[in-house]
């Protein structure tokens, strides 16, 4: 009887059901209203500020800034993350439809929040299936407003509200086609710095988004479920089954037929690896330079943005547009590996049998302490023989080499020497009537050996610059048929030596050609040397050039960048044109924010200018230029100047052309290391074969149309007789040595 009036005790009263069925609505509505509370603090921006509408019209990324040539090929980029926009228009159809069918098949009809898929994956989640539930437009959200997934649970729910509203307001701000190229311009590829498609198809497939073929796009997007695991290069496996998972998915939403899923998962991924590296790619060492030219311009100027704040060109997407020439910087960096394999032999075997540092212990000491290996031991606070101890323990190490890097073990002092002995290399070529750069190698190889040789670096430019004399003369009057005397001379207790001597009286014209040492001092003696420093700082040379009687024979140091540009005067009619390698630079928007202007200046008569051009075809045709003829087979009209410096430390070849001038240098990182014999070291050996091999690449390719017709004359013609046979001489007085005494044959 008791056991019954329990039973009937445990049976539940209308009243209980009421009671708990009114619980229960009250607790669900109070859930309800709890969750519409949080939503709507949550887009109040209570838990975190959302973006904006500036903000999402304007999304911010790092977007890495583009150098781009003359003939609209890119040269490099600066970035935090290597990353470059790509349009709708520049993504390949399959790779949309390889998108879509795996990461979001309803993408077109949904309005950024797909809540069929969002109610499906949590069933999922609960019965133990893990699955995202994101759209596209949530996982771009998430990209461009965050700063990744929130790690803790807590906050990851809160992100994930904060993602559906601002993909929300991005359908409403954005077309279906905007939100998938924003989408896979900030999508992370993984390693190797590769940010967006752009930067993905060049890395894995060394192409474009616009020319991704199916299989191709296919592992790019697999790789968007998981960069690492799902890595190519890292886990192929992984990579391939997740490309055939995507096949799957292209086949279930019919972009493709059964037929072509399984033929594609027949063929292998098929990568063509390019990991992005700085130093990689064409022009360096220009790359390097333009950046600090860049900051500095638009600090002068004041550019920034609209909102103030300076422009950060390894994150705000900037086109930098310049004068290179791809194809010309090729022939040029083609020409340098050409000549130095060569050069660097003949270099090493001159030390054959000795020790090519016998009395050089100070610039071994000088180039310990200037390491960093040094200096990070100091700061480490190491006693000196400790880091003597530490530099002449072996070590594995790579190297340099013209057959490519070396692993090695060798002791950090035998590394110093090492690259001590390495020949370094520069050259640049412009147009001189444009003043536009064409190719720019300032050094030769840019991960090993950073200093730029075209502008930062500058050398003594021995016989390069006795041209600069020769033009005061004949821009006063002398005739390039003028003889001087070709003796010992002594200008104010100057007293130059000569090699290779041409018996005198000679002419300025055959002086020049033979690069003669005596004529040029005399000539310098009768002119000034205040006149020629003049000449050469109004040229553009913006080094320290001392008025004494030695300049006439290249005593001074100067940058390559800045002798192209003075010898490009004498071709240009003697109209000096500031060599210019930065034309504009665009926003990210296509807003053009800094224009290059040209700058110009008349520094000598047409006439002499002309004068000076002939006299360097007669170096080519008649004197130490002449290996530009027989070597290298170039026979059209060339000028040109060799150059050596003292010691044979420097090695100059200067060649002129109607439409290119070309600067070349060769020498060692220490002036105190060079070629034992000036047959070696001299300019027509070390430095002109890298001009000659430079211009018969560029007259070999068809598509760059540079002629191979004589020089201009000057407007109006020419009034100077340059034929010397037409003249009588007297041997010239001491009276005629004066520039008021010039004679004008």
Same mark, same amino acid.
């Given at each position: 009887?008791?056991?019954n009036?329990?039973?009937k005790?445990?049976?539940?009263? +209308?009243?209980?059901?009421?009671?708990?069925?009114?619980s229960f609505?009250?607790?669900?509505?109070?859930?309800?209203?709890?969750?519409?509370?949080?939503?709507?603090?949550?887009?109040?921006?209570?838990?975190?500020e959302?973006?904006?509408?500036?903000?999402?019209?304007?999304?911010?990324?790092?977007?890495?800034s583009e150098i781009?040539?003359a003939d609209s090929a890119?040269?490099?980029?600066?970035?935090?993350?290597?990353?470059?926009?790509v349009t709708?228009k520049?993504?390949?159809?399959?790779l949309i439809?390889?998108?879509i069918?795996?990461?979001?098949?309803?993408?077109?009809?949904h309005?950024?929040?797909?809540?069929?898929?969002?109610?499906?994956?949590?069933f999922y989640?609960?019965?133990g299936?893990?699955?995202?539930?994101?759209t596209?437009?949530?996982?771009?959200?998430? +990209?461009l407003?965050s700063?990744?997934?929130?790690?803790?649970p807590?906050?990851?729910?809160?992100?994930?509200?904060?993602?559906?509203i601002?993909?929300?307001r991005?359908?409403?701000?954005?077309?279906?086609?905007?939100?998938?190229?924003m989408?896979?311009?900030?999508?992370d590829?993984?390693?190797?710095?590769?940010?967006?498609?752009?930067s993905a198809?060049?890395?894995?497939f060394?192409?474009?988004p616009?020319?991704?073929?199916?299989?191709q796009?296919a592992?790019?997007?697999?790789?968007?479920?998981?960069?690492?695991?799902?890595?190519?290069?890292?886990?192929?496996e992984?990579?391939?089954?997740r490309?055939?998972?995507?096949?799957?998915?292209?086949?279930?939403?019919?972009?493709?037929?059964s037929?072509?899923?399984?033929?594609?998962k027949?063929?292998?991924?098929?990568?063509?690896?390019?990991?992005?590296?700085?130093g990689?790619?064409?022009?360096?060492?220009?790359?390097?330079?333009?950046?600090?030219?860049?900051?500095?311009?638009?600090?002068?100027?004041?550019?920034?943005k609209?909102?103030?704040?300076?422009?950060?060109?390894?994150?705000?997407?900037?086109?930098?547009?310049?004068?290179?020439?791809?194809r010309m910087?090729?022939?040029?960096?083609?020409?340098?590996?050409?000549m130095m394999?060569?050069?660097q032999?003949?270099?090493?075997?001159?030390?054959?049998?000795?020790d090519?540092?016998?009395?050089?212990?100070n610039?071994?000491?000088r180039g310990?302490?200037?390491?960093?290996?040094?200096? @990070?031991?100091?700061?480490?606070?190491h006693?000196e023989?400790?880091?003597?101890?530490?530099?002449?323990?072996p070590?594995?190490?790579?190297?340099f080499s013209?057959?490519?890097?070396?692993?090695?073990?060798?002791t950090?002092?035998?590394?110093?020497?090492?690259?001590?002995?390495?020949?370094?290399?520069?050259?640049?070529?412009m147009?001189?009537q444009?003043?536009?750069?064409k190719? @720019?190698?300032?050094?030769?190889?840019?991960?090993?050996?950073?200093y730029d040789?075209?502008?930062?670096?500058t050398?003594?430019?021995?016989?390069t610059?006795?041209?600069?004399?020769?033009?005061?003369?004949i821009?006063n009057?002398?005739?390039p048929?003028?003889?001087?005397?070709?003796?010992p001379i002594?200008?104010?207790?100057w007293?130059?030596?000569?090699?290779n001597?041409?018996?005198?009286p000679?002419?300025?014209?055959?002086?020049?050609?033979?690069s003669?040492?005596?004529?040029?001092a005399?000539v310098?003696?009768?002119?000034?040397?205040?006149?020629?420093?003049?000449?050469?700082?109004?040229?553009?040379?913006?080094?320290n050039v001392?008025?004494y009687?030695?300049?006439?024979?290249?005593?001074?140091?100067?940058?390559?960048?800045?002798?192209v540009?003075?010898?490009s005067?004498?071709v240009?009619h003697?109209v @000096?044109?500031?060599?210019?390698?930065?034309?504009?630079?665009?926003?990210k928007?296509?807003?053009?924010?800094?224009e290059?202007q040209?700058?110009?200046k008349?520094?000598?008569?047409?006439?002499?200018?002309?004068v000076?051009?002939?006299?360097l075809?007669?170096?080519v045709?008649?004197?130490?230029?002449?290996?530009?003829r027989?070597?290298?087979h170039?026979?059209?009209?060339?000028?040109?100047?060799?150059?050596?410096s003292?010691?044979?430390?420097?090695a100059w070849?200067?060649?002129?052309t109607?439409?290119?001038?070309s600067?070349v240098?060769t020498?060692?990182d220490?002036?105190?290391?060079?070629?034992?014999?000036?047959?070696?070291?001299?300019?027509?050996?070390a430095?002109?074969?890298?001009?000659g091999?430079?211009?018969?690449?560029?007259?070999?390719?068809?598509?760059?149309?540079?002629?191979q017709?004589d020089?201009?004359?000057?407007?109006?013609?020419?009034q100077?007789?340059?034929?010397?046979?037409?003249?009588?001489y007297?041997?010239?007085t001491e009276s005629?040595?004066?520039?008021d005494d010039r004679?004008?044959?």
């Amino acid at each position: 009887m008791q056991r019954n009036t329990k039973k009937k005790n445990n049976k539940l009263t +209308n009243s209980d059901i009421k009671r708990y069925t009114f619980s229960f609505w009250k607790l669900f509505v109070g859930l309800i209203l709890l969750g519409f509370l949080f939503f709507v603090s949550v887009g109040l921006g209570l838990f975190g500020e959302l973006p904006s509408f500036r903000d999402l019209e304007n999304p911010k990324s790092n977007l890495s800034s583009e150098i781009i040539s003359a003939d609209s090929a890119l040269l490099g980029t600066y970035y935090v993350q290597n990353r470059s926009n790509v349009t709708y228009k520049e993504l390949s159809p399959a790779l949309i439809k390889a998108l879509i069918a795996t990461e979001d098949i309803r993408f077109n009809s949904h309005s950024g929040v797909d809540f069929k898929r969002t109610f499906t994956i949590i069933f999922y989640n609960l019965i133990g299936k893990k699955q995202g539930a994101s759209t596209i437009t949530q996982q771009l959200a998430l +990209n461009l407003f965050s700063d990744g997934r929130a790690r803790t649970p807590g906050k990851r729910i809160i992100q994930k509200f904060q993602e559906l509203i601002t993909a929300v307001r991005l359908e409403r701000n954005y077309t279906k086609e905007e939100i998938l190229t924003m989408y896979l311009n900030t999508v992370d590829f993984g390693a190797y710095n590769t940010y967006g498609i752009k930067s993905a198809a060049r890395t894995y497939f060394n192409t474009t988004p616009a020319e991704l073929t199916a299989p191709q796009a296919a592992v790019l997007v697999g790789m968007l479920k998981g960069p690492g695991i799902y890595s190519p290069i890292r886990y192929p496996e992984n990579a391939l089954k997740r490309r055939n998972t995507v096949f799957d998915r292209m086949r279930t939403a019919g972009f493709i037929t059964s037929a072509e899923a399984a033929a594609y998962k027949e063929k292998p991924i098929g990568l063509t690896f390019r990991a992005s590296v700085y130093g990689d790619g064409l022009a360096p060492y220009l790359r390097a330079v333009l950046k600090n030219d860049i900051k500095n311009v638009f600090n002068q100027l004041s550019i920034t943005k609209a909102d103030g704040t300076p422009y950060d060109l390894d994150r705000d997407g900037l086109k930098i547009y310049t004068t290179i020439d791809s194809r010309m910087q090729a022939h040029a960096e083609e020409a340098q590996k050409e000549m130095m394999r060569e050069l660097q032999v003949t270099f090493n075997n001159q030390y054959k049998g000795r020790d090519p540092f016998k009395g050089l212990e100070n610039l071994l000491d000088r180039g310990v302490k200037q390491s960093d290996r040094y200096r @990070w031991l100091k700061y480490s606070d190491h006693s000196e023989e400790e880091i003597k101890k530490d530099f002449n323990t072996p070590t594995k190490m790579t190297v340099f080499s013209w057959k490519g890097e070396i692993d090695t073990v060798m002791t950090p002092l035998d590394s110093i020497k090492y690259n001590k002995l390495i020949l370094r290399n520069a050259m640049m070529s412009m147009e001189p009537q444009t003043g536009h750069v064409k190719a @720019w190698v300032g050094g030769i190889n840019f991960q090993h050996y950073k200093y730029d040789q075209v502008r930062m670096g500058t050398r003594q430019v021995g016989s390069t610059a006795k041209p600069f004399t020769y033009a005061v003369a004949i821009d006063n009057g002398y005739s390039p048929c003028f003889r001087v005397p070709n003796s010992p001379i002594n200008v104010d207790g100057w007293q130059p030596k000569s090699e290779n001597t041409v018996a005198g009286p000679i002419t300025l014209k055959k002086a020049l050609a033979n690069s003669q040492n005596w004529a040029t001092a005399d000539v310098i003696q009768r002119v000034g040397a205040q006149n020629v420093a003049n000449l050469i700082k109004n040229l553009g040379i913006s080094s320290n050039v001392p008025a004494y009687p030695s300049i006439s024979l290249g005593t001074f140091d100067a940058s390559v960048y800045d002798m192209v540009g003075a010898y490009s005067a004498f071709v240009n009619h003697g109209v @000096w044109t500031q060599p210019i390698y930065l034309l504009r630079i665009e926003d990210k928007n296509g807003t053009v924010i800094y224009e290059h202007q040209k700058k110009v200046k008349v520094v000598m008569n047409d006439q002499s200018a002309y004068v000076i051009v002939d006299m360097l075809k007669g170096v080519v045709n008649e004197g130490s230029g002449g290996r530009v003829r027989w070597k290298y087979h170039l026979t059209n009209p060339i000028g040109g100047k060799t150059g050596t410096s003292q010691s044979n430390s420097d090695a100059w070849f200067i060649g002129v052309t109607p439409e290119l001038v070309s600067g070349v240098w060769t020498g060692a990182d220490e002036r105190s290391i060079h070629f034992s014999s000036t047959a070696l070291g001299q300019g027509a050996n070390a430095a002109l074969p890298m001009f000659g091999l430079y211009m018969q690449k560029v007259y070999a390719d068809k598509d760059l149309n540079y002629s191979q017709g004589d020089f201009e004359l000057p407007p109006g013609g020419l009034q100077r007789e340059l034929d010397c046979n037409k003249y009588q001489y007297d041997y010239p007085t001491e009276s005629e040595s004066k520039i008021d005494d010039r004679l004008d044959f």
